[in-house]
């Protein structure tokens, strides 16, 4: 099912906010590495412990696509610099906030259908829930 919330990407460096309505999302999740510390005085089990660093996962969305944003959007996959994502355009019930950049980008149309753009953001940080 579809979703009615806008999503806002923000590239603070130029001052850019664009507003797209998600049709569908997904979250890799967070992982840590798992360091196995089994040695030779070990007893019967394997030993294990966490790294130091989580990696804050991937974000792919399929979004409305507004052909007025083409060159927006195109700005911000070609650039370095972060972007910020704020789910629900910060309003009641927002998801979380999070800094990343845009990994991929695609637009996909069909005759007589909505246009749809596929969005992948590679988080880096700390993800801040609501």
């Known amino acids: 099912m579809a979703t009615t919330a806008p999503v806002l990407f923000t590239k603070s460096t130029v001052g850019l906010t664009i507003v797209a309505k998600i049709l569908s999302f997904g979250w890799s999740g967070i992982e840590r590495a798992i360091i196995e510390t089994t040695h030779t005085l070990s007893s019967s089990f394997r030993e294990f412990m966490p790294g130091d660093l989580a990696d804050p996962g991937n974000l792919s969305a399929e979004i409305e696509f507004e052909p007025l ?46 246009m749809t753009a596929s969005v992948g953001i590679k988080f880096t940080g700390a993800i801040t829930t609501v």
Not at 76 to 95: C, E, P, T, V, Y
């Open 69 to 114: 944003l083409t060159q927006m959007l195109s700005d911000i996959a070609a650039a370095a610099a972060s972007i910020s994502i704020d789910f629900n355009g910060g309003g009641a019930g927002n998801l979380g906030i999070a800094s990343g950049f845009m990994s991929s980008f695609s637009i996909d149309g069909q005759n007589e259908e909505m």
